[in-house]
């Protein structure tokens, strides 16, 4: 695999929930920026229209990121016809599952509970989607998420935002202005968060945890993520008549690349 195993903080389980969530707020300021939630607003339509489905479950959701955006959308466009949305997380933050929730957005809800993204026969029924969070599955998870959604038939969208494209060696050596920039873009971006809490500030501006966390697991998740060639490994393709994989370029209207997807759905 080219794939690399390196570490994130955020995958860690004593990492302090305010700095979880203070970087998990910079990658929805950041989805925001690029406009991740047109680009997975076309995904889910064209999904439903190969396989019907009245219910997303968002796995890996963070502070919320841009599914929130993309039901909207949806379901602005067809009113008669709404999807719901299950926002969830392993680590999921209270203070943002309560803050989401308590703004009572018609068919949206962040779910309390853990929710483990390796297990999907046990989430509710629905397309299940993954929108920068598959990368931080090790290669047996990776796997393990795949074959569950293949053997229980359930439809699932994986997205990511950054591409696995950068030889090891350019990556290294470019690594110290990397995270500068990164850095220096939290800064700039930090404004921008909603809503902005003191905790943010604070632990930005004045003790730069955020940054930096944000920074190294930007950089990180590069080289973890999975290539077309490393997820063809894990699926082990094989003759199925039941269930389909595609894998292929997002990209926006105006046909610039956005990321790649990965959608599998029973047939």
Not at 182 to 200: G, H, Y
Not at 209 to 224: C, H, K, N, T
Request: hydrophobic fraction near 45%; glycine fraction near 4%; charged fraction near 20%.
């Amino acid at each position: 695999m080219k794939r690399i195993e390196l570490f994130e903080f955020e995958d860690f389980g004593w990492l302090p929930n305010f700095i979880r969530a203070g970087v998990t707020n910079l990658i929805k300021v950041l989805h925001r920026l690029v406009g991740t939630s047109d680009v997975l607003a076309e995904l889910v339509l064209n999904c439903q229209k190969k396989t019907s489905f009245s219910q997303i479950i968002d796995l890996g959701s963070g502070s919320g990121g841009p599914m929130i955006d993309v039901v909207k959308t949806i379901n602005n466009q067809s009113e008669d016809h709404p999807i719901n949305l299950l926002l969830t997380d392993k680590y999921p933050d209270l203070k943002t599952v309560n803050a989401i929730n308590d703004l009572k957005i018609p068919h949206i809800k962040y779910l309390e509970q853990s929710v483990d993204a390796s297990a999907i026969e046990n989430t509710p029924k629905g397309l299940k989607t993954m929108v920068a969070s598959f990368h931080h599955m090790q290669p047996h998870m990776a796997k393990q998420i795949l074959t569950s959604a293949e053997k229980s038939k359930e439809p699932i969208l994986i997205y990511e935002i950054a591409e696995n494209n950068i030889p090891l060696l350019v990556w290294c050596l470019m690594l110290p202005i990397s995270l500068l920039i990164l850095i220096l873009m939290s800064l700039v971006m930090t404004p921008f968060v909603r809503p902005l809490t003191f905790s943010q500030v604070i632990f930005t501006y004045l003790i730069p945890i955020i940054p930096i966390v944000y920074a190294w697991d930007g950089q990180a998740s590069i080289m973890r993520t999975y290539t077309f060639k490393d997820i063809e490994t894990l699926i082990e393709k094989k003759d199925n008549q039941s269930y389909k994989w595609e894998m292929t370029q997002a990209k926006k209207n105006n046909g610039k690349k956005a990321g790649y997807f990965i959608f599998g759905y029973p047939l």
